[in-house]
């Protein structure tokens, strides 16, 4: 019984470590934008496709270490996707922003069904699910009467590292305070000296590289990546943005593991639980909409003045 | 309070216009604001003076017209609103407009932006000049905040949220200190205010003023306007219709019945 307890909670770990990263973006983005950015998935998508051409590229050079693979697939993933995230920003968004926040929103859409869309088309293959590489996939150990997944262990490390340096550049840095700044008053932080236009195209940098970290994770941890795994990614991740609080970074830190924590438990303690855990999480979001829209965390919506 | 006839001119607006679909919110305003002084603007509610605060900002696009500021009469309308406050300009608000979850200090340290220049990559890897940066920016917030004696010193690791309503009134006053400005743009600073708030406040002013900042500002509280002010512009209908001292306009025809209606200004 132990026993599993530590297996969920290690599950539940890792796969909130991802849904955070994911979370985070959502919650800079709405922060600095007020879009709730649906193409962030697709940036994802992008993410785990990134890191399977650098596994197949790394096959051809030669590379053999599995470690240094990963740590390639992790940066060259990072710096696709927030190349992407940037591009679709300067693109797409600037010329809705400041628009109704349903123009904004469709747009993210449409552009998300294109990404989507032209993976399917023009990635070799691309409608099929491919085989991701995860070289310690079946390597694991014993701590006591627990086995534990050295994949797992290194996805909780990684994510924790990752939304720990993402605190310290939010909370203690020039750029990081400039975001917050303009996430709360745009137009005073303006006044203030900042351009905005380098905040916002840094946000979509920092969140998109962190989408693409966890395209990465997804496919270590599940073995397999399709060009449509975007879309569900992007509820969880909104809902985990939602839990905390839209707009909240710190809140979409915690948001992501309680979506796990409910999809775990769901798993756990309801038999045959697995075919609806997804249906728990949607019903968390909307549960924390209607009862608790500034999230679970006092979110930044009391206004001084 | 005598003005000083030979004070440069440090912001200039020359026939500046703003139409809001139809509205003339300024109208052919022309006005001279002299380095060194404090200059109030007084006028009736929608007479066009927060308008003007947001065109000297770039917040809006001028109709026509143009603002001129410095010894160098850079327009401002060429200049995007976050370049502004590089060129020496900063302002409050009439309805306050701080960061409510930022600390009072980080409200003050985002003030000095334009003084900083820090890149994304270098702020995730903090070269040592940037952390000698960081540390004499924050020596420099603390000593701004400090104008204001333990007030705002002793909460300065807190939301600025927390404060009381005439203390986030003072974080605003400081918060535009902060960047060292020539001209200071004060919308209303008294709003909301009690007699000896406002009293305090005049002396801020005050006390700014003798620091070296030229100060304009925008007040309906005619106890601050005599108390400070070297000169005044009365607005009405966007446009300028009285200027000089406080006593030269406040009993201007023009401006007795802009307030008070025609059948008052003929007593």
């Known amino acids: 019984m132990f026993e599993t307890w530590i297996q969920q909670l290690v599950n539940s770990l890792t796969i909130g470590g991802m849904y955070t990263l994911v979370a985070v973006g959502f919650t800079l983005f709405f922060g600095v934008l007020r879009l709730i950015n649906f193409a962030h998935g697709e940036v994802f998508m992008l993410g785990g496709f990134t890191g399977l051409v650098v596994a197949w590229l790394a096959e051809d050079l030669g590379i053999e270490s599995g470690l240094l693979i990963i740590f390639l697939m992790f940066v060259f993933s990072m710096a696709v996707c927030a190349v992407i995230g940037?591009?679709?920003?300067?693109?797409?968004?600037?010329?809705?922003?400041?628009?109704?926040?349903?123009?904004?929103?469709?747009?993210?859409?449409?552009?998300?069904?294109?990404?989507?869309?032209?993976?399917?088309?023009?990635?070799?293959?691309?409608?099929?699910?491919?085989?991701?590489?995860?070289?310690?996939?079946?390597?694991?150990?014993?701590?006591?009467?627990?086995?534990?997944?050295?994949?797992?262990?290194?996805?909780?490390?990684?994510?924790?590292?990752?939304?720990?340096?993402v605190y310290l550049l939010v909370a203690k840095t020039w750029v990081g305070r400039a975001m917050r700044a303009t996430s709360e008053d745009l137009d005073a932080a303006r006044m203030m000296g900042i351009d905005v236009d380098i905040v916002i195209r840094n946000t979509f940098f920092l969140g998109s590289a962190l989408g693409g970290v966890a395209g990465v994770m997804n496919g270590l941890l599940y073995l397999s990546i399709r060009f449509d795994m975007g879309w569900v990614m992007a509820i969880k991740g909104f809902t985990a943005a939602v839990v905390g609080g839209l707009g909240n970074i710190y809140g979409a830190m915690f948001g992501g593991y309680i979506v796990a924590a409910v999809e775990v438990l769901v798993v756990a303690l309801i038999p045959e639980g697995s075919r609806y855990k997804d249906v728990f999480v949607f019903l968390l979001l909307i549960g924390v909409l209607v009862f608790r829209p500034s999230g679970l965390l006092r979110a930044p919506e009391q206004k001084v003045g | 309070m005598a003005a000083d006839q030979t004070a440069a001119t440090l912001l200039a607006s020359e026939a500046l216009t703003k139409n809001f679909g139809g509205v003339l919110a300024v109208n052919d305003l022309s006005l001279e604001v002299r380095e060194g002084e404090i200059t109030a603007i007084i006028g009736p509610n929608g007479s066009g003076k927060t308008t003007f605060f947001n065109l000297i900002m770039h917040l809006y696009d001028a109709t026509s017209g143009q603002i001129l500021f410095g010894g160098e009469r850079r327009n401002l309308l060429d200049l995007p609103t976050h370049k502004i406050n590089a060129q020496g300009l900063a302002r409050?608000?009439?309805?306050?407009?701080?960061?409510?979850?930022?600390?009072?200090?980080?409200?003050?340290?985002?003030?000095?932006?334009?003084?900083v220049n820090a890149g994304f990559l270098s702020a995730l890897v903090k070269p040592k000049s940037l952390r000698q940066q960081d540390k004499d920016a924050e020596e420099k917030a603390l000593e701004t905040l400090s104008m204001f004696g333990a007030r705002l010193i002793s909460m300065c690791n807190e939301p600025a949220s927390s404060l009381s309503y005439a203390n986030r009134r003072r974080l605003e006053i400081a918060r535009c200190v902060a960047s060292q400005p020539r001209l200071?743009?004060?919308?209303?600073?008294?709003?909301?205010?009690?007699?000896?708030?406002?009293?305090?406040?005049?002396?801020?002013?005050?006390?700014?003023?003798?620091?070296?900042?030229?100060?304009?500002?925008?007040?309906?509280?005619?106890?601050?306007?005599?108390?400070?002010?070297?000169?005044?512009?009365?607005?009405?209908?966007?446009?300028?219709?009285?200027?000089?001292?406080?006593?030269?306009?406040s009993t201007h025809p023009a401006v007795i019945e802009a307030y008070l209606g025609k059948r008052a200004a003929r007593h």
Request: net charge negative.
């Open chain 1, 86 to 165: 940037a591009l679709m920003e300067r693109f797409a968004y600037r010329p809705v922003r400041g628009m109704p926040v349903l123009i904004m929103l469709v747009t993210s859409l449409a552009v998300g069904i294109v990404v989507r869309e032209a993976v399917k088309e023009f990635f070799p293959e691309g409608a099929n699910p491919h085989a991701f590489y995860s070289p310690f996939k079946y390597d694991s150990f014993n701590l006591g009467s627990v086995v534990l997944d050295y994949t797992q262990i290194g996805l909780i490390l990684t994510s924790i590292v990752l939304v720990y340096a």
């Open chain 2, 92 to 115: 409050t608000f009439q309805t306050l407009r701080l960061f409510p979850n930022l600390t009072v200090l980080e409200n003050v340290l985002i003030a000095m932006s334009s003084h």
């Open chain 2, 184 to 249: 200071i743009l004060l919308d209303e600073p008294v709003a909301g205010m009690n007699p000896t708030e406002t009293r305090g406040v005049i002396e801020d002013i005050q006390r700014i003023h003798e620091k070296g900042h030229t100060v304009l500002l925008i007040e309906h509280d005619m106890k601050l306007v005599e108390g400070v002010a070297h000169r005044v512009f009365a607005f009405d209908h966007g446009t300028k219709i009285a200027e000089g001292s406080f006593r030269d306009v």
